[in-house]
């Protein structure tokens, strides 16, 4: 650190206009003159200005400099006192113990819980009005679930799966599975994925073979497994088997992220999904039997508690396991979020992860415990 640096006045070396002041090298008038300086004293060159270091934080400094003869900082260093040959460094201040971080949720909770609430009013009003229009819902999500992957894929990898024979073909097959169940809904899946194949043949040839592979994933990932939904819906009840289904979808998170963010130690599967515990995954067990047992004694027509136990359980396993595809999914794309159409939630696809693999499960499940209705 340079002595100017230390509280020497600024304008170093400048005398004022010719005429004024003392001239250069000449002893300066007044009693803080002493022979010894006279001899050490030589002209200084005119130097840029130099802002005091430190600011005001230096003004102890600067003013202990401004004291005793002028020209002390001119002095060699072999003759200034010891305290000035080796000033003491200025003690680093005392940096304080960080504070312990707090758990965060990584998302905007109030957001997210605002969407949730919001998306859960058009559902149920829509499930219990007019099936059809539930159907239209389910329709749609599919749309823009296909559209967020598919341009995540293109971003991303440089795969282009064909979006519209996907688009028409995934709003078919959900309308196919309603109207006529499991076999309308196999027809639809083989014709998207034919639409596919030779869409995708108006283009150059190049990638072809991954183009049409990632759409034929795309209509079974999506709008094929959405169809379980509105196969749901067709049976008696089926409205209260739709609203089973949900609710013990989001319990199964909801359980997983409650038990997982207070009690969570043990990484579950941290290559594919950090963030996920063991001890979320009994969460998710527990909050997803609990509420299954009660779905099936109160909500669904001839079901029994204990068969709520082995739903709760199975919504459990292939939530977690529908998540973590996802998760997947979205790693070996390097995204955190498939879109962001929904605040604190990300895109649609993020909300369909842990639906899409439950739903044939839950569909599957009812039938054998209570019939197709």
Not at 24 to 30: F, I, R, Y
Not at 82 to 90: S, V
Not at 355 to 370: C, H, S
Request: charged residues 20%.
């Amino acid at each position: 650190m340079n002595d100017s640096s230390w509280g020497a006045p600024p304008h170093t070396g400048y005398w004022g206009p010719p005429g004024e002041g003392p001239a250069q090298g000449a002893a300066p008038a007044g009693p803080a003159y002493d022979a010894r300086d006279a001899q050490q004293t030589r002209p200084m060159s005119i130097v840029p200005d130099v802002p005091d270091h430190g600011g005001d934080q230096d003004d102890d400094r600067g003013a202990a400099r401004l004291g005793g003869p002028l020209f002390r900082d001119e002095r060699n260093s072999d003759e200034r006192n010891p305290d000035e040959r080796n000033p003491e460094p200025m003690p680093d201040a005392s940096q304080p113990a960080p504070k312990p971080q707090k758990k965060s949720a990584g998302r905007d909770l109030s957001a997210a819980i605002g969407v949730g609430v919001g998306l859960g009013a058009v559902i149920v009003a829509s499930l219990f009005i007019v099936k059809a229009v539930f159907v239209g819902v389910i329709a749609v999500a599919v749309v823009v679930g296909l559209w967020e992957l598919t341009k995540r894929l293109q971003e991303r990898k440089g795969i282009r799966a064909p979006l519209v024979p996907l688009a028409l073909g995934g709003a078919a097959m959900v309308v196919a599975g309603y109207v006529r169940g499991a076999e309308g809904a196999w027809v639809a899946m083989g014709l998207t994925a034919l639409a596919v194949l030779v869409w995708r043949m108006t283009e150059p040839p190049e990638n072809y073979l991954k183009d049409v592979t990632a759409g034929v994933f795309a209509a079974f990932y999506v709008p094929f497994l959405a169809t379980f939904v509105a196969m749901m819906l067709t049976a008696d009840d089926g409205p209260r088997r739709v609203l089973t289904f949900l609710l013990l979808t989001v319990v199964s998170d909801t359980g997983a992220y409650a038990v997982g963010w207070r009690f969570g130690k043990h990484k579950l599967a941290p290559r594919i999904s950090p963030g996920k515990t063991r001890e979320g995954l009994i969460g998710a067990v527990a909050f997803a039997m609990v509420v299954g047992a009660l779905c099936m004694e109160f909500v669904i027509d001839d079901g029994v508690w204990w068969q709520g136990l082995l739903l709760g359980l199975a919504v459990a396993a292939s939530a977690t396991l529908g998540d973590l595809g996802e998760s997947m999914i979205k790693r070996d794309l390097g995204i955190k979020d498939m879109g962001t159409l929904l605040p604190g939630h990300g895109g649609i696809m993020d909300r369909l992860d842990s639906l899409l693999p439950t739903a044939p499960v839950v569909w599957l499940l009812l039938v054998l415990f209570v019939g197709s209705g």
